[in-house]
């Protein structure tokens, strides 16, 4: 069964740092490009960040560019996304997904999701 599971999420204050991790299972990652979405309360899922199939790009949304850095590891079939200076408006749950191979070269906009989505892990952000 193809899944992947979010995890890394809590409870910080404002300034805070946090880092997600997702593992995928029975997908292997190195064959996509990957990304993190989020989803605040009372509004709909939008893309955070990306990374390439093969890692030399990332792009960010402008809201969290400078504090967020996505990384990933094929071996480990992993994707992470550290979190620093966080903010109460990065309040959100957060979703990592598998996109098709050819995006994130130039963009995070307009995103294929190749991946099921996963439970998500929540961030709260305390001001």
């Known amino acids: 069964q193809v899944k992947v599971v979010e995890s890394g999420g809590g409870l910080v204050q404002a300034g805070g740092s946090l880092r997600l991790s997702c593992q995928s299972f029975?997908?292997?990652?190195?064959?996509?490009?990957l990304a993190w979405f989020r989803r605040a309360p009372g509004k709909e899922r939008e893309e955070v960040s990306c990374?390439?199939?093969?890692?030399?790009?990332?792009h960010y949304d402008e809201s969290v560019k400078g504090r967020f850095t996505v990384s990933r590891d094929n071996d480990k079939n992993a994707l992470y996304l550290q979190m620093n200076n966080l903010k109460p408006e990065d309040t959100a749950m957060y979703y990592c997904?598998?996109?098709?191979?050819?995006?994130?070269?130039?963009?995070?906009?307009?995103?294929?999701?190749?991946?099921?989505w996963g439970q998500g892990t929540q961030v709260t952000v305390s001001s």
């Open positions: 997904a598998a996109v098709t191979r050819s995006e994130c070269k130039t963009t995070l906009r307009g995103l294929h999701v190749m991946s099921p």
């Open positions: 029975g997908l292997p990652f190195d064959d996509y490009a």
């Open positions: 990374i390439s199939f093969t890692g030399r790009n990332t």
